[in-house]
């Protein structure tokens, strides 16, 4: 297959274009930054019509994951390039699907699952209602839900009527690589700083990057799937518990616990939010498993030990390192 991977230089962006290319198809990533990597890598802005409109014009699958970072301050520039980034991008990925005189059969479109109100009480699939906020949520959480609606608008409203269309309601996609959610996450259960966030009784949903690229594949074939679909393990689980099994899984006796106002603290100086680690975001995967999708990783436990190994093996320190944690797993 011909696919175009729109934001494929991020860290979700790179897992799925490794796995495609290693595939054998021809992977088309477009950047605002261009670099070399083994696939073909062309230039975009993310906003206004260019070359990049030649290679979505011919391709089997277009694949939009691009979006400013949200690990960042909520401060009034950036949460303007955090919405412009994900609405701008996908009305310009629906506008080169509308010009293409073959236009691709499938559209994968990324958003989030935060888009679901923040709860402990009952899972959120795709026919939870999405309303504001949550109980007890604070007023400040208001702006992820609004850029994840702006978001799908702009993927509704994108006129591609000889194009399938999937929304990827993703929870976070964790991965060895370095730089992404599990790489902080371990860092701090490796300084020893990895027990609960707040009173930890947040729910954490998540997805092994291994089950997120075979969803994708899943999706791409599966022509009777199409509108929203949660792309998570169907074992979301509190925080407390996320961080004591990851702790078992590194070898970790011990995890500091941080309170509500460590995490403020933390967070300016971090230069993120809050909001990342509090929320309680109780996702499951109704779509998938009632469609027969199946996971390689549905419980955290096996997917923390086998995220440990990974990431021992990519990233020890020498040879003898790596073929020490190799025989540890």
């Given amino acids: 297959?011909?696919?175009?991977?729109?934001?494929?230089?991020?860290?979700?962006?790179?897992?799925?274009?490794r796995a495609c290319h290693a595939a054998g198809d021809e992977v088309i990533v477009l950047s605002r930054r261009p670099d070399h990597r083994p696939w073909r890598v062309v230039a975009w802005d993310g906003r206004t019509p260019g070359p990049w409109h030649n290679e979505v014009d011919g391709a089997d699958v277009v694949i939009n994951l691009a979006g400013r970072s949200v690990n960042c301050r909520y401060n009034a520039s950036n949460r303007r390039e955090i919405f412009d980034s994900r609405v701008e991008s996908t009305r310009a990925v629906g506008e080169a699907i509308?010009?293409?005189?073959?236009?691709?059969?499938?559209?994968?479109q990324a958003s989030t699952a935060t888009i679901y109100a923040h709860r402990y009480d009952a899972p959120n699939d795709e026919a939870s209602p999405i309303i504001d906020g949550g109980a007890g949520a604070p007023g400040s959480w208001q702006f992820s839900v609004d850029v994840a609606r702006a978001w799908e608008s702009a993927f509704d409203a994108a006129a591609a009527p000889n194009t399938r269309?999937?929304?990827?309601?993703s929870a976070m996609t964790l991965s060895p690589d370095r730089g992404g959610v599990f790489d902080t996450l371990l860092g701090?259960?490796?300084?020893?700083?990895?027990?609960?966030?707040?009173?930890?009784?947040?729910f954490?949903?998540?997805?092994h990057y291994e089950d997120f690229v075979d969803a994708v594949r899943w999706l791409i074939d599966r022509d009777d799937i199409s509108g929203a679909i949660n792309v998570a393990a169907p074992g979301p689980l509190p925080n407390a518990e996320f961080m004591r099994l990851l702790r078992r899984a590194w070898g970790a006796p011990l995890g500091l616990p941080a309170t509500r106002w460590?995490?403020?603290?933390?967070?300016?100086?971090?230069?993120?939010?809050?909001?990342?680690?509090l929320k309680s975001r109780r996702v499951v995967p109704r779509r998938l498993l009632e469609h027969?999708?199946?996971f390689r990783f549905p419980a955290w436990e096996p997917a923390a030990r086998?995220?440990?190994?990974?990431?021992?093996?990519?990233?020890?320190?020498?040879?003898?390192?790596?073929?020490?944690?190799?025989?540890?797993f």
């Fill in 1 to 17: 297959m011909k696919i175009v991977i729109a934001g494929g230089s991020g860290q979700v962006g790179t897992v799925v274009a």
């Fill in 98 to 108: 509308a010009a293409a005189s073959r236009p691709p059969r499938v559209w994968l």
């Fill in 165 to 169: 269309k999937v929304a990827l309601r």
């Fill in 188 to 202: 701090l259960v490796r300084c020893g700083l990895g027990g609960r966030a707040g009173d930890g009784r947040q």
């Fill in 204 to 207: 954490i949903s998540w997805v």
């Fill in 262 to 277: 460590m995490l403020e603290v933390g967070a300016v100086l971090m230069r993120t939010e809050t909001e990342l680690i």
């Fill in 292 to 294: 027969g999708f199946t």
């Fill in 306 to 328: 086998d995220l440990c190994r990974q990431w021992r093996l990519r990233h020890a320190r020498t040879p003898i390192d790596a073929r020490r944690h190799a025989r540890l």
